[in-house]
């Protein structure tokens, strides 16, 4: 079954050190999303790709947080520099028709 | 008013009932509602997701949706301890921005 893949699992960074974090959207979905998610709340976006370019990055964090989806396939997600508040699941999903989306296991990142 | 409100529970119920979650929300043009289980420590899985209005069966799930009313309900019959996760309901106009419930919390008693 097809599935979206995410890298990796589990992150733990010192604060001001950058992270990366990588996704792998299910085959043929142009639409690919960034969520952070905080526990106990439900996923917050940080940025919309429809195939290479960005539809939605209103809450993006610019100064520090930057996302690319360069061939339209898979895309990468960066921190810099990482932050105590950072510490949080960051979740990838894919979506092929009305936002119907499939997600990744996410990365649970955190920040000491 | 948010656009989607979602009881954040916790619901505990015992084995074996009929359970019932709920969402209800304020934006009319919503086409797309999604209905998302998640375990502690992992994504969100797409359990069922209804087009317009109507019911859509899955087993022992049932997902319902009022658009008159601006509800919508997922049922679980026979519930099982194995059942137990957060819910997360989920919505979108078809334009790919999708709006979530903060998610309900739902234990299932053995």
């Known amino acids: 079954e097809a599935e979206v893949a995410q890298s990796p699992r589990y992150k733990i960074t010192e604060k001001s050190q950058a992270v990366a974090f990588w996704c792998d959207p299910i085959?043929?979905?142009?639409?690919l999303y960034w969520y952070r998610q905080i526990l106990g709340q439900g996923p917050e976006l940080l940025v919309q790709?429809?195939?290479?370019?960005?539809?939605?990055d209103s809450q993006l964090p610019k100064d520090r947080f930057s996302a690319e989806r360069l061939k339209g396939v898979d895309s990468t997600l960066k921190i810099q520099p990482a932050e105590l508040g950072d510490s949080a699941m960051y979740l990838c999903?894919?979506?092929?028709?009305?936002?119907?989306?499939?997600f990744g296991q996410g990365t649970r990142l955190t920040v000491v | 008013q948010k656009e989607v409100e979602q009881d954040p529970g916790p619901l505990s119920v015992p084995e074996g009932a009929i359970v019932s979650l709920n969402c209800t929300y304020s934006n009319s043009a919503f086409q797309y509602f999604m209905w998302y289980r998640q375990y502690s420590r992992k994504g969100p899985e797409l359990l069922m997701y209804t087009y317009s209005s109507g019911n859509k069966e899955d087993g022992r799930f049932t997902a319902q949706v009022d658009k008159s009313s601006k509800y919508i309900s997922l049922f679980i019959r026979d519930s099982q301890p194995s059942d137990s996760a957060t819910y997360l309901c989920?919505?979108?106009?078809?334009?790919?921005?999708?709006?979530f419930g903060k998610g309900t919390r739902l234990h299932i008693l053995p």
């Open positions: 989920a919505m979108s106009e078809g334009d790919d921005k999708i709006i």
């Open positions: 790709f429809q195939d290479e370019s960005v539809v939605d």
């Open positions: 085959s043929g979905h142009a639409t």
């Open positions: 999903a894919s979506s092929l028709v009305g936002g119907v989306s499939f």
